[in-house]
T-cell receptor, first 114, second 114 residues
Framework: EPEVTQTPSHQVTQMGQEVILRCVPI?????FYWYRQILGQKVEFLVS????????KSEIFDDQFSVERPDGSNFTLKIRSTKLEDSAMYFC????????????FGEGSRLTVL | AQSVAQPEDQVNVAEGNPLTVKCTYS??????LFWYVQYPNRGLQFLLK??????LVKGSYGFEAEFNKSQTSFHLKKPSALVSDSALYFC????????????FGSGTRLQVQP
């Protein structure tokens, strides 16, 4: 069964460092998302990406964040200068075209900022 | 704006008993509703969705949910709980305009006692 894969599974970084989280969505999916979850709490939307551009973003997704789909398979989330409060589990998700499809989530990348 | 409320942080039920996990929503327009389950240190797994049609939808692992438009609710149910159902359950909503991201509730921890 196809799945969304994420790397790394866990990353520890120093405050102020740049971090790139990588995702390989399911191959025939068209919509891509990043969500985050702090300490097993609420799942918060960050950004959605469709047709090679951001289609929606939340207030969390400020200038420190960026997304890219550089090669047609990978979908990356970059945090330019990490803060302590960026420590969370980051989930990538994807879905097919149309409006009714459910999201398929990866296993997540745990980011710890020290 | 769209939002989801899960009024119970935790639900405790004995194995073999029926379970209900509550969810209410608020959207402008017709909702698409979803339930996801999260096991410890894992990603979110899709359980079921309501798009249109029959108000009672059936999903994975024997779960079902009932859409109630007048009460703006989408409660998750199972006739007979298993210990292995113990997990974190998230309700999510999206309006039927296709490109909006899913908004998740705060989650309900289901604990099934043997």
């Amino acid at each position: 069964e196809p799945e969304v894969t994420q790397t790394p599974s866990h990353q520890v970084t120093q405050m102020g460092q740049e971090v790139i989280l990588r995702c390989v969505p399911i191959s025939n999916h068209l919509y891509f998302y990043w969500y985050r979850q702090i300490l097993g709490q609420k799942v918060e939307f960050l950004v959605s990406f469709y047709n090679n551009e951001i289609s929606e973003k939340s207030e969390i997704f400020d200038d420190q964040f960026s997304v890219e789909r550089p090669d047609g398979s990978n979908f990356t989330l970059k945090i330019r200068s990490t803060k302590l409060e960026d420590s969370a589990m980051y989930f990538c998700a994807s879905r097919t075209g149309g409006s009714t499809g459910e999201l398929f989530f990866g296993e997540g990348s745990r980011l710890t900022v020290l | 704006a769209q939002s989801v409320a899960q009024p119970e942080d935790q639900v405790n039920v004995a194995e073999g008993n029926p379970l209900t996990v509550k969810c209410t929503y608020s959207v402008s327009g017709n909702p698409y509703l979803f339930w996801y389950v999260q096991y410890p240190n894992r990603g979110l797994q899709f359980l079921l969705k309501y798009i249109t049609g029959d108000n009672l939808v059936k999903g994975s692992y024997g779960f079902e949910a009932e859409f109630n438009k007048s009460q703006t609710s989408f409660h998750l149910k199972k006739p007979s709980a298993l210990v292995s159902d113990s997990a974190l359950y998230f309700c999510a909503v999206r309006v039927n305009t296709g490109r909006r991201a899913l908004t998740f509730g705060s989650g309900t921890r289901l604990q099934v006692q043997p």
